[in-house]
């Protein structure tokens, strides 16, 4: 059974950092594009970032220049490395994983405030 799980969310001020980390479990088969997405309260969950399986990145305009995605194949782990935050990307961040075979996977998402 596949499962995506999340995890290193937390209250940070304005202008710090966190790293977000997303672990993948029970995948058969080639190594998947991953996302990242989030969705802040009141609002429509937004796409942030994608990894895909050979390392190209693309990220959503309010994020690029400040966060990083990538991955380790190894421990299929993708991580979001989240510099100089504002209270704008307070929100649940979501981790995603491609499948071929129907819906995307999710996971539960890990909370990221950002206090001014």
């Known amino acids: 059974q596949v499962q995506v799980v999340e995890s290193g969310g937390g209250l940070v001020q304005a202008g710090g950092s966190l790293r977000l980390s997303c672990a993948a479990s029970g995948i058969i088969g080639s190594i998947r594009t991953m996302r990242w997405s989030r969705q802040a309260p009141g609002k429509q969950r937004e796409w942030v970032a994608t990894?895909?399986?050979?390392?190209?990145?693309n990220y959503a305009n309010s994020v690029k220049g400040r966060f990083t995605i990538s991955r380790d194949n190894a421990k299929n782990t993708v991580y979001l490395q989240m510099n100089s935050l504002k209270p704008d990307d307070t929100a649940v961040y979501y981790c995603?994983?491609?499948?071929?075979?129907?819906?995307?996977?999710w996971g539960q998402g890990t909370q990221v405030t950002v206090s001014s």
């Open positions: 990894i895909d399986s050979g390392g190209s990145t």
């Open positions: 995603s994983l491609f499948n071929p075979l129907g819906p995307d996977y």
